[in-house]
């Protein structure tokens, strides 16, 4: 079996298939820390897993948001190692009628197996703040 080998093709695949709602790209058991590691519902900050991601921050955030989605493109891959960094802006429509247009830096680390095992997510966390606190 050869050695998984991370570069920008790969990472640009698994933004791809997030599009698509596809999170087989992400370890079950990832550490996703979003912002800083205080746990804040409403600026959806803390630390997750897969599981608690979906439930935490995806659900409740989307669910405020125009067709339940956010169309986030990367703008720039910088790969070293079984690292990525990544910045990612996003266009969106909060159902109040405001734009959900954030930019994000993703610090992604791969396992020899290519599954992402944790994520560094950083954002404007006063946006989350806004779509979770004016849109019901």
Not at 20 to 48: A, C, H, M
Not at 57 to 67: F, G, I, Q, Y
Not at 118 to 130: G, H, K, P, S
Request: net charge negative.
């Amino acid at each position: 079996m050869s050695k998984f080998t991370l570069d920008k093709a790969y990472v640009e695949s698994f933004f791809e298939s997030l599009q698509k709602g596809d999170l087989s790209f992400i370890d079950p058991n990832v550490r996703w820390v979003i912002g800083s590691e205080t746990k804040d519902p409403v600026r959806l900050t803390g630390v997750y897993n897969l599981e608690s991601w979906e439930k935490e921050v995806k659900t409740p955030l989307w669910s405020r948001l125009v067709n339940q989605a956010v169309a986030a493109t990367p703008t720039s891959i910088d790969v070293i190692g079984n690292k990525a960094i990544v910045e990612v802006g996003s266009k969106g429509t909060q159902l109040n009628g405001n734009p959900y247009n954030n930019h994000y830096v993703w610090i992604l680390f791969f396992s020899d197996a290519g599954k992402i095992v944790e994520i560094r997510e950083y954002l404007d966390t006063a946006l989350c703040q806004e779509v979770m606190q004016t849109n019901p």
